[in-house]
Protein backbone atom coordinates (compact mmCIF):
# COMPACT_ATOMS: atom_id res chain seq x y z
CA UNK A 1 0.00 0.00 0.00
CA UNK A 2 1.53 3.28 -1.12
CA UNK A 3 0.83 6.54 1.64
CA UNK A 4 1.63 9.56 -0.20
CA UNK A 5 2.44 12.41 2.72
CA UNK A 6 0.02 15.66 2.74
CA UNK A 7 1.25 19.36 2.44
CA UNK A 8 0.78 19.55 6.32
CA UNK A 9 2.93 16.19 7.51
CA UNK A 10 6.44 15.60 5.94
CA UNK A 11 6.91 12.09 5.32
CA UNK A 12 8.56 11.60 8.51
CA UNK A 13 5.82 12.95 10.73
CA UNK A 14 3.60 10.46 9.24
CA UNK A 15 5.99 7.48 9.52
CA UNK A 16 5.92 8.80 13.32
CA UNK A 17 2.05 9.08 13.63
CA UNK A 18 1.82 5.39 12.30
CA UNK A 19 4.02 3.86 14.31
CA UNK A 20 2.89 2.75 17.89
CA UNK A 21 4.47 3.91 21.41
CA UNK A 22 6.18 0.38 21.17
CA UNK A 23 7.91 1.11 17.64
CA UNK A 24 9.48 4.39 18.42
CA UNK A 25 11.14 2.41 21.84
CA UNK A 26 13.20 0.78 18.90
CA UNK A 27 14.08 3.54 17.10
CA UNK A 28 17.64 4.57 17.85
CA UNK A 29 19.45 6.83 16.31
CA UNK A 30 22.88 5.20 16.16
CA UNK A 31 20.95 2.16 15.13
CA UNK A 32 19.44 3.77 12.05
CA UNK A 33 22.64 4.63 11.08
CA UNK A 34 24.49 1.81 11.17
CA UNK A 35 22.07 0.17 8.92
CA UNK A 36 22.66 0.13 5.50
CA UNK A 37 26.37 -0.80 6.66
CA UNK A 38 25.15 -3.13 8.59
CA UNK A 39 22.70 -4.80 5.83
CA UNK A 40 25.88 -4.92 3.08
CA UNK A 41 27.83 -6.40 5.50
CA UNK A 42 25.36 -9.36 6.69
CA UNK A 43 24.97 -10.06 2.48
CA UNK A 44 28.30 -10.02 2.48
CA UNK A 45 29.26 -12.30 5.17
CA UNK A 46 26.59 -14.69 4.37
CA UNK A 47 27.69 -15.12 0.05
CA UNK A 48 31.15 -15.18 1.51
CA UNK A 49 30.31 -18.18 4.12
CA UNK A 50 28.85 -19.74 1.43
CA UNK A 51 32.11 -19.86 -1.13
CA UNK A 52 34.00 -20.70 1.58
CA UNK A 53 32.09 -24.05 2.45
CA UNK A 54 32.20 -24.47 -1.22
CA UNK A 55 35.15 -27.18 -1.57
CA UNK A 56 33.59 -28.73 1.37
CA UNK A 57 30.80 -29.45 -0.44
CA UNK A 58 32.44 -30.49 -3.54
CA UNK A 59 34.24 -32.84 -1.33
CA UNK A 60 30.93 -34.46 0.52
CA UNK A 61 28.92 -35.37 -2.74
CA UNK A 62 32.42 -36.08 -4.30
CA UNK A 63 32.08 -33.97 -7.53
CA UNK A 64 34.31 -33.52 -10.38
CA UNK A 65 35.63 -29.86 -11.16
CA UNK A 66 33.06 -30.39 -14.05
CA UNK A 67 30.23 -31.15 -12.49
CA UNK A 68 31.17 -28.64 -9.58
CA UNK A 69 31.13 -26.00 -12.66
CA UNK A 70 27.68 -27.19 -13.53
CA UNK A 71 26.43 -26.51 -9.94
CA UNK A 72 27.93 -22.58 -10.05
CA UNK A 73 26.38 -22.41 -13.79
CA UNK A 74 23.04 -22.86 -11.95
CA UNK A 75 23.39 -20.18 -9.10
CA UNK A 76 24.38 -17.66 -12.47
CA UNK A 77 21.06 -18.99 -14.64
CA UNK A 78 19.50 -17.85 -11.00
CA UNK A 79 20.79 -14.77 -11.00
CA UNK A 80 19.83 -14.05 -14.51
CA UNK A 81 16.36 -15.32 -13.93
CA UNK A 82 15.98 -13.48 -10.52
CA UNK A 83 14.90 -10.02 -11.93
CA UNK A 84 11.47 -11.33 -13.27
CA UNK A 85 10.95 -11.72 -9.48
CA UNK A 86 12.54 -9.19 -7.57
CA UNK A 87 11.50 -6.62 -9.84
CA UNK A 88 7.82 -7.56 -9.11
CA UNK A 89 8.35 -8.16 -5.42
CA UNK A 90 9.71 -4.85 -5.15
CA UNK A 91 6.50 -3.15 -7.13
CA UNK A 92 4.00 -5.33 -4.90
CA UNK A 93 5.73 -5.69 -1.15
CA UNK A 94 8.03 -2.19 -1.41
CA UNK A 95 11.86 -2.55 -0.13
CA UNK A 96 11.91 -3.74 2.93
CA UNK A 97 9.73 -6.18 3.05
CA UNK A 98 11.47 -7.87 -0.28
CA UNK A 99 14.64 -7.45 1.69
CA UNK A 100 12.65 -9.32 4.76
CA UNK A 101 11.42 -12.03 2.79
CA UNK A 102 14.55 -12.91 0.41
CA UNK A 103 16.78 -12.23 3.62
CA UNK A 104 14.84 -14.91 5.84
CA UNK A 105 15.18 -17.01 3.23
CA UNK A 106 18.87 -17.09 2.24
CA UNK A 107 19.97 -18.81 5.41
CA UNK A 108 17.36 -21.77 4.87
CA UNK A 109 18.40 -22.16 1.30
CA UNK A 110 22.50 -22.35 2.41
CA UNK A 111 21.29 -25.11 4.56
CA UNK A 112 18.83 -26.83 1.94
CA UNK A 113 22.69 -26.42 -0.58
CA UNK A 114 24.53 -27.73 1.93
CA UNK A 115 22.26 -30.92 2.98
CA UNK A 116 21.52 -31.63 -0.71
CA UNK A 117 22.22 -35.52 -0.99
CA UNK A 118 22.77 -35.50 -5.19
CA UNK A 119 24.47 -33.39 -7.88
CA UNK A 120 20.44 -33.12 -9.08
CA UNK A 121 19.29 -31.66 -5.88
CA UNK A 122 22.17 -29.29 -5.22
CA UNK A 123 21.80 -28.15 -8.69
CA UNK A 124 18.45 -27.00 -7.66
CA UNK A 125 19.06 -25.84 -3.96
CA UNK A 126 22.29 -23.42 -5.86
CA UNK A 127 19.63 -21.97 -8.27
CA UNK A 128 16.85 -21.35 -6.12
CA UNK A 129 19.93 -19.37 -4.05
CA UNK A 130 21.29 -17.55 -7.16
CA UNK A 131 17.47 -16.15 -7.23
CA UNK A 132 17.05 -15.36 -3.40
CA UNK A 133 20.32 -13.78 -3.37
CA UNK A 134 20.05 -11.39 -6.49
CA UNK A 135 16.54 -10.51 -5.39
CA UNK A 136 18.20 -9.47 -1.63
CA UNK A 137 21.39 -8.11 -3.92
CA UNK A 138 18.50 -6.02 -6.08
CA UNK A 139 16.91 -4.74 -3.13
CA UNK A 140 19.69 -3.79 -1.08
CA UNK A 141 21.10 -1.36 -3.74
CA UNK A 142 17.32 0.10 -4.39
CA UNK A 143 17.20 1.38 -1.09
CA UNK A 144 20.73 2.27 -0.72
CA UNK A 145 20.28 4.39 -4.45
CA UNK A 146 17.25 6.13 -2.65
CA UNK A 147 18.96 7.07 0.22
CA UNK A 148 22.01 8.69 -1.16
CA UNK A 149 19.47 10.58 -3.68
CA UNK A 150 17.85 11.81 -0.03
CA UNK A 151 20.97 12.75 1.91
CA UNK A 152 22.71 14.33 -1.43
CA UNK A 153 26.01 12.47 -0.09
CA UNK A 154 27.49 9.69 -2.70
CA UNK A 155 27.71 6.50 -0.01
CA UNK A 156 27.03 3.86 -2.37
CA UNK A 157 31.03 2.52 -2.63
CA UNK A 158 31.59 2.50 1.02
CA UNK A 159 28.28 0.32 1.64
CA UNK A 160 30.11 -1.75 -1.29
CA UNK A 161 33.38 -1.89 0.89
CA UNK A 162 31.41 -2.73 3.49
CA UNK A 163 30.02 -5.94 1.22
CA UNK A 164 33.66 -6.49 0.56
CA UNK A 165 34.70 -7.05 4.28
CA UNK A 166 31.78 -9.11 4.97
CA UNK A 167 33.08 -11.49 2.34
CA UNK A 168 36.49 -11.51 3.65
CA UNK A 169 35.16 -12.48 7.07
CA UNK A 170 32.74 -15.16 5.49
CA UNK A 171 35.53 -16.71 3.65
CA UNK A 172 37.80 -16.48 7.08
CA UNK A 173 34.82 -17.77 9.03
CA UNK A 174 34.32 -20.85 6.57
CA UNK A 175 37.87 -21.72 6.75
CA UNK A 176 38.37 -21.71 10.56
CA UNK A 177 34.80 -23.73 10.80
CA UNK A 178 36.40 -26.13 8.56
CA UNK A 179 39.63 -26.42 10.48
CA UNK A 180 37.17 -27.12 13.25
CA UNK A 181 35.65 -30.40 11.52
CA UNK A 182 32.20 -28.21 11.35
CA UNK A 183 30.19 -28.82 8.61
CA UNK A 184 29.12 -26.50 6.17
CA UNK A 185 25.64 -27.93 7.15
CA UNK A 186 26.56 -27.33 10.98
CA UNK A 187 28.09 -23.69 10.02
CA UNK A 188 25.09 -22.67 8.06
CA UNK A 189 22.58 -23.92 11.02
CA UNK A 190 24.64 -22.02 13.82
CA UNK A 191 24.37 -18.48 11.62
CA UNK A 192 21.03 -18.50 10.84
CA UNK A 193 19.66 -17.61 14.08
CA UNK A 194 22.42 -14.58 14.45
CA UNK A 195 21.86 -13.44 11.26
CA UNK A 196 18.69 -13.48 11.39
CA UNK A 197 18.30 -11.41 14.12
CA UNK A 198 20.84 -9.40 12.98
CA UNK A 199 18.64 -8.67 9.90
CA UNK A 200 15.49 -7.78 11.88
CA UNK A 201 17.82 -5.36 14.21
CA UNK A 202 19.01 -4.07 10.20
CA UNK A 203 15.65 -3.49 8.65
CA UNK A 204 14.06 -2.42 11.71
CA UNK A 205 16.55 0.56 12.21
CA UNK A 206 15.38 1.45 8.74
CA UNK A 207 12.98 4.43 8.37
CA UNK A 208 12.03 7.21 6.21
CA UNK A 209 15.68 8.30 6.24
CA UNK A 210 17.36 5.06 4.71
CA UNK A 211 15.41 4.69 2.06
CA UNK A 212 12.20 2.71 3.57
CA UNK A 213 9.47 5.06 2.42
CA UNK A 214 6.72 6.44 4.25
CA UNK A 215 5.70 2.70 4.90
CA UNK A 216 7.60 -0.06 5.53
CA UNK A 217 5.50 -1.80 2.40
CA UNK A 218 5.69 1.29 0.29
CA UNK A 219 5.29 0.28 -3.18
CA UNK A 220 6.43 2.96 -4.99
CA UNK A 221 9.38 4.70 -4.16
CA UNK A 222 8.81 9.08 -5.09
CA UNK A 223 11.26 8.17 -7.33
CA UNK A 224 9.10 5.36 -9.09
CA UNK A 225 6.09 7.26 -10.26
CA UNK A 226 3.94 4.59 -12.36
CA UNK A 227 5.71 1.76 -10.90
CA UNK A 228 2.17 0.49 -10.24
CA UNK A 229 1.52 0.19 -13.77
CA UNK A 230 4.90 -0.17 -15.23
CA UNK A 231 6.02 -3.51 -16.74
CA UNK A 232 7.66 -4.97 -13.56
CA UNK A 233 10.46 -5.99 -15.60
CA UNK A 234 12.63 -4.59 -18.97
CA UNK A 235 16.00 -4.92 -19.94
CA UNK A 236 17.22 -0.97 -20.08
CA UNK A 237 17.01 0.55 -23.03
CA UNK A 238 18.22 4.85 -24.39
CA UNK A 239 20.68 6.16 -21.77
CA UNK A 240 20.14 3.29 -19.48
CA UNK A 241 21.28 0.71 -21.83
CA UNK A 242 25.07 2.28 -21.50
CA UNK A 243 24.83 1.40 -17.67
CA UNK A 244 23.85 -2.10 -18.50
CA UNK A 245 26.79 -2.57 -20.99
CA UNK A 246 29.14 -1.11 -18.15
CA UNK A 247 27.28 -4.02 -15.67
CA UNK A 248 27.74 -6.71 -18.34
CA UNK A 249 31.30 -6.30 -19.11
CA UNK A 250 32.50 -5.28 -15.61
CA UNK A 251 30.84 -8.71 -14.38
CA UNK A 252 32.61 -10.28 -17.70
CA UNK A 253 36.02 -8.81 -16.13
CA UNK A 254 35.33 -9.04 -12.46
CA UNK A 255 34.22 -12.93 -12.74
CA UNK A 256 36.44 -13.53 -15.40
CA UNK A 257 39.55 -12.60 -13.02
CA UNK A 258 38.00 -14.38 -10.14
CA UNK A 259 37.27 -17.61 -11.74
CA UNK A 260 40.98 -17.67 -14.07
CA UNK A 261 43.75 -15.59 -12.33
CA UNK A 262 45.35 -18.12 -9.55
CA UNK A 263 45.59 -20.67 -12.66
CA UNK A 264 46.90 -17.67 -14.80
CA UNK A 265 49.76 -17.81 -12.10
CA UNK A 266 50.54 -21.18 -12.36
CA UNK A 267 50.51 -22.10 -15.71
CA UNK A 268 52.38 -18.86 -16.97
CA UNK A 269 55.07 -18.26 -14.17
CA UNK A 270 54.94 -21.81 -12.54
CA UNK A 271 53.90 -20.24 -8.66
CA UNK A 272 53.13 -22.42 -6.38
CA UNK A 273 49.67 -23.18 -4.92
CA UNK A 274 50.55 -20.82 -1.91
CA UNK A 275 51.48 -18.26 -4.13
CA UNK A 276 48.61 -18.63 -6.67
CA UNK A 277 45.73 -17.42 -5.02
CA UNK A 278 47.60 -14.17 -4.39
CA UNK A 279 46.48 -12.70 -7.66
CA UNK A 280 42.87 -12.95 -6.30
CA UNK A 281 44.04 -11.39 -2.86
CA UNK A 282 45.62 -8.70 -4.39
CA UNK A 283 42.94 -7.94 -6.67
CA UNK A 284 40.03 -8.26 -4.06
CA UNK A 285 41.89 -6.28 -1.15
CA UNK A 286 42.75 -3.59 -3.65
CA UNK A 287 38.57 -3.06 -4.12
CA UNK A 288 38.18 -3.18 -0.91
CA UNK A 289 40.64 0.19 -0.54
CA UNK A 290 39.06 1.62 -3.87
CA UNK A 291 36.20 1.21 -2.52
CA UNK A 292 36.25 2.61 1.37
CA UNK A 293 37.43 5.81 -0.39
CA UNK A 294 35.67 6.01 -3.54
CA UNK A 295 32.38 8.32 -2.57
CA UNK A 296 34.87 10.76 -1.19
CA UNK A 297 36.05 10.94 -4.97
CA UNK A 298 32.60 11.16 -6.52
CA UNK A 299 32.25 14.40 -4.46
CA UNK A 300 34.95 15.67 -5.81
CA UNK A 301 35.48 14.45 -9.81
CA UNK A 302 32.45 13.08 -10.49
CA UNK A 303 31.49 9.20 -10.89
CA UNK A 304 31.77 8.99 -15.12
CA UNK A 305 35.47 10.46 -14.66
CA UNK A 306 36.41 7.84 -11.91
CA UNK A 307 34.55 4.92 -13.90
CA UNK A 308 36.27 5.73 -16.92
CA UNK A 309 39.78 6.36 -15.05
CA UNK A 310 38.99 3.34 -13.32
CA UNK A 311 38.47 1.31 -16.50
CA UNK A 312 41.61 2.24 -18.54
CA UNK A 313 43.15 1.60 -14.61
CA UNK A 314 42.22 -1.91 -14.99
CA UNK A 315 42.81 -2.50 -18.65
CA UNK A 316 46.79 -1.29 -18.05
CA UNK A 317 46.98 -3.77 -14.88
CA UNK A 318 45.62 -6.43 -16.87
CA UNK A 319 48.42 -5.69 -19.90
CA UNK A 320 50.78 -5.74 -17.32
CA UNK A 321 50.11 -9.15 -15.86
CA UNK A 322 49.65 -10.59 -19.40
CA UNK A 323 53.37 -8.95 -20.21
CA UNK A 324 54.66 -9.47 -16.52
CA UNK A 325 58.14 -11.09 -16.67
CA UNK A 326 57.66 -12.47 -13.40
CA UNK A 327 55.00 -13.39 -10.88
CA UNK A 328 55.76 -10.39 -8.26
CA UNK A 329 54.71 -7.89 -11.69
CA UNK A 330 52.03 -9.76 -12.40
CA UNK A 331 50.61 -9.99 -9.06
CA UNK A 332 50.83 -6.00 -8.99
CA UNK A 333 48.80 -5.31 -12.82
CA UNK A 334 46.37 -7.49 -10.70
CA UNK A 335 46.21 -5.31 -8.10
CA UNK A 336 46.08 -2.49 -10.19
CA UNK A 337 42.93 -4.34 -11.75
CA UNK A 338 41.38 -4.41 -8.90
CA UNK A 339 41.89 -0.75 -7.86
CA UNK A 340 40.55 0.35 -11.43
CA UNK A 341 37.45 -2.33 -11.09
CA UNK A 342 36.66 -1.37 -7.84
CA UNK A 343 34.17 1.55 -8.36
CA UNK A 344 32.19 0.35 -11.45
CA UNK A 345 29.67 -1.62 -9.96
CA UNK A 346 28.45 0.45 -7.15
CA UNK A 347 28.42 3.84 -9.33
CA UNK A 348 26.28 1.73 -12.06
CA UNK A 349 24.17 0.52 -9.73
CA UNK A 350 23.71 4.12 -7.76
CA UNK A 351 23.03 5.55 -11.51
CA UNK A 352 20.52 2.88 -12.06
CA UNK A 353 18.86 3.34 -8.72
CA UNK A 354 18.48 6.81 -8.88
CA UNK A 355 16.60 6.59 -12.13
CA UNK A 356 13.52 3.31 -11.07
CA UNK A 357 13.36 0.02 -9.27
CA UNK A 358 12.80 -1.18 -12.87
CA UNK A 359 15.68 0.14 -13.82
CA UNK A 360 17.84 -1.13 -11.64
CA UNK A 361 16.74 -4.94 -11.77
CA UNK A 362 17.40 -4.37 -15.83
CA UNK A 363 20.81 -3.01 -15.28
CA UNK A 364 21.65 -5.96 -12.71
CA UNK A 365 20.66 -8.79 -14.98
CA UNK A 366 22.90 -7.62 -17.50
CA UNK A 367 25.42 -8.01 -14.48
CA UNK A 368 24.50 -11.23 -13.59
CA UNK A 369 24.14 -12.45 -16.88
CA UNK A 370 28.29 -10.72 -17.32
CA UNK A 371 28.75 -13.10 -14.39
CA UNK A 372 27.24 -16.11 -15.74
CA UNK A 373 28.77 -16.33 -19.35
CA UNK A 374 32.54 -14.72 -18.58
CA UNK A 375 34.38 -17.66 -17.18
CA UNK A 376 33.21 -19.99 -19.44
CA UNK A 377 33.83 -17.73 -22.05
CA UNK A 378 37.39 -17.22 -21.05
CA UNK A 379 37.67 -20.30 -20.24
CA UNK A 380 36.54 -21.39 -23.42
CA UNK A 381 39.07 -18.92 -25.40
CA UNK A 382 42.20 -20.31 -22.70
CA UNK A 383 41.03 -23.58 -23.67
CA UNK A 384 42.14 -22.76 -27.77
CA UNK A 385 44.35 -19.91 -27.47
CA UNK A 386 45.79 -20.13 -23.77
CA UNK A 387 45.09 -18.46 -20.64
CA UNK A 388 47.50 -15.42 -21.14
CA UNK A 389 45.57 -14.47 -24.53
CA UNK A 390 42.06 -14.96 -22.66
CA UNK A 391 43.50 -12.32 -19.63
CA UNK A 392 44.62 -10.45 -22.85
CA UNK A 393 41.17 -10.09 -23.81
CA UNK A 394 40.05 -8.92 -20.42
CA UNK A 395 41.91 -5.90 -20.71
CA UNK A 396 40.35 -4.91 -23.81
CA UNK A 397 37.18 -5.60 -22.31
CA UNK A 398 38.33 -3.04 -19.86
CA UNK A 399 39.41 -0.58 -22.61
CA UNK A 400 35.68 -0.88 -24.14
CA UNK A 401 34.58 0.35 -20.83
CA UNK A 402 36.19 3.42 -20.52
CA UNK A 403 35.03 4.22 -24.03
CA UNK A 404 31.46 3.40 -22.94
CA UNK A 405 31.24 5.33 -19.57
CA UNK A 406 32.95 8.47 -21.22
CA UNK A 407 29.09 7.93 -23.29
CA UNK A 408 27.21 7.53 -19.72
CA UNK A 409 26.04 10.50 -19.35
CA UNK A 410 23.56 8.65 -16.34
CA UNK A 411 26.91 8.58 -14.34
CA UNK A 412 27.20 11.44 -12.48
Partial sequence: MSLTPTAELSPLAVHSALAAPADRAFALPDLRRLALPSLFAWYGLLMGSWAGRLPAIKQGLQLTHTQLSLVLLCAGVGAVLSPQVSS?????LG?????????????????????APSLPLLMLAVLVLGITASTFDVGMNGVAARHETAQGTPMMSRLHACACAGGLAGVTLGSVMAAMAMTAMQQFTLLALPLGGLLWLCLRGMGPSTGGGVAEGDAAAPNDTGAATAPAFALPRGRLALLGVLGLLGAIAEGSIGSWSSLFMKEQFGASDAMAPLALSAFSMMMLVARSCGDTLKARYGAQALVCAGSATASLGLAIAVLAPGALTALAGFALAGLGLALVFPFVYSAAGKESKVALAGVATMGYAGSLMGPPLMGAVAEGLGLQFAIGI???????????ASRARLLR
Fill in 95 to 115: SLRTLRLAGLALPGVLMAAAA
Fill in 394 to 404: IALLAATMAVV
Fill in 88 to 92: RLLVQ
